[in-house]
Every structure is written in C-alpha cells, then in structure tokens.
T-cell receptor, first 112, second 116 residues
Framework: AQRVTQPEKLLSVFKGAPVELKCNYS??????LFWYVQYSRQRLQLLLR??SRESIKGFTADLNKGETSFHLKKPFAQEEDSAMYYC??????????????FGGGTRVLVKP | GAVVSQHPSRVICKSGTSVKIECRSL??????MFWYRQFPKQSLMLMAT?????????EQGVEKDKFLINHASLTLSTLTVTSAHPEDSSFYIC????????????FGPGTRLTVT
C-alpha cells in the first residue's frame, strides 16, 4: 500500500531562517512525488514535482530513493511562505489512475 | 488557465435529504476528475475517481450508493450525497486532471457541507 508521512504538524520559524519540511513515503516502485501548498483561504495548488527538478518560490525538494524521502527545503523563509504544505505521491504518470495520496500536512508559520 | 470551479461553495441541508455538488473544469477538458474529503485539521482523503462516460471508481470504504458520482461531460462531474447524515458534514474538494498538461491535477476551491 502506498503511504505518505509528514512527521511535523507545525513548523514555526523566523523570517530569514531556513525551513525544511520532512516527507517520507512507502511505495513499491517508482512513484511521482509532489509538494502542494494551500495558502490561507485559497485552494490547494501544486508547488513542485520531483520530475521537474525545479526551484519554485525558492523551494527545492530532493528525492532520496534510498531513504524514501522527499523533503522540502528553503534556505531563507519569508512571511508569505506561511501556509499548509502537503506532500503527495502518485503512481507513475503513465500508469492507470494517477491517484494522489496525501500526507497529513505541515503547517508552516514564518514569524517576523 | 486551468481553473476548476465548484458549486456551491457552502451548503447546509437537513438530515435525510440529498445534496449535489458540481465540479467544472473551466478552460480545459478533463476525462478524469477526483473527489476528496477533508475533515477539520486533517489531510485530503481520496473518495473516488470520476471517469467521463463510465462508472466512477471508489476507494475502499466509500459507499458508492451513498456518494453518487456522474461525469457526463468532459468538463463536469457531480457528487451527490444521498440521505445525508450529520457525519457526512465535511469539506469536499474536487480536482481535474489535465491530460494535455503532463497530467497535472488542478483543484477546486472546495464545498463545505453541513448536515443538521
């Protein structure tokens, strides 16, 4: 069974400090991995996906297959980064379904 | 582009009645849409996969006769909560998969259902 674990429910950091959100997964195969973000009173939106290898809004995430992790990092947090972050997994794109399994979410609070 | 809408945004209904929630992809076609449920301070749980022109696929533990899904066109899926009970009160979110854009899913704003 596929599962996504985000061990931290809340991360509170000061502006300018680094932030790292942990995500571990279990899946038999090579899944697609994503980070979604939900700002206050807004809909869920894609932040980044591992196959893109992009840096979005200063965030990066590295897939570590050995540790089955996909941690999200930003070297200098900004107040506008305060939001709910969800790590998610899906079977490979070409597989049937493309269903997303979400982690429990981590709330990030960036203090001034 | 790639906007998904949901209607209504908020609904209150009496126990025993049915309520329909619509999910529309506004500027793209979606052969597949997904319905999620989110309880307060919890994550999204996939309920079912809605496939245009065919029956929905339900996740384990989700009653298909309770949560009726219809995906009659490439831009509209509906979720009907039948004979609603207070325990059905939740936040229901849909997403639509854009098959022309690397299969990215776009999420609707959600519908808050309260059953009294």
């Amino acid at each position: 069974a596929q599962r996504v674990t985000q061990p931290e429910k809340l991360l509170s950091v000061f502006k300018g400090a680094p932030v790292e959100l942990k995500c571990n997964y279990s899946y038999s195969g090579s899944p697609e991995l994503f980070w979604y973000v939900q700002y206050s009173r807004q809909r869920l939106q894609l932040l980044l996906r591992h196959i893109s290898r992009e840096s979005i809004k200063g965030f990066t995430a590295d897939l570590n297959k050995g540790e089955t992790s996909f941690h999200l990092k930003k070297p200098f947090a900004q107040e506008e980064d305060s939001a709910m972050y969800y790590c998610a997994l899906s079977p490979p794109i070409k597989a049937a379904g493309n269903k997303l399994t979400f982690g429990g979410g981590t709330r990030v609070l960036v203090k001034p | 582009g790639a906007v998904v809408s949901q209607h209504p945004s908020r609904v209150i209904c009496k126990s025993g009645t049915s309520v329909k929630i619509e999910c529309r992809s506004l500027d793209f076609q979606a052969t597949t849409m997904f319905w999620y449920r989110q309880f307060p301070k919890q994550s999204l749980m996939l309920m079912a996969t809605s496939n245009e022109g065919s029956k929905a696929t339900y996740e384990q533990g989700v009653e298909k006769d309770k949560f009726l899904i219809n995906h009659a066109s490439l831009t509209l899926s509906t979720l009907t909560v039948t004979s609603a009970h207070p325990e059905d009160s939740s936040f229901y979110i849909c997403s639509a998969r854009n098959s022309g854009s690397n299969y990215e899913q776009y999420f609707g704003p959600g519908t808050r259902l309260t059953v009294t």
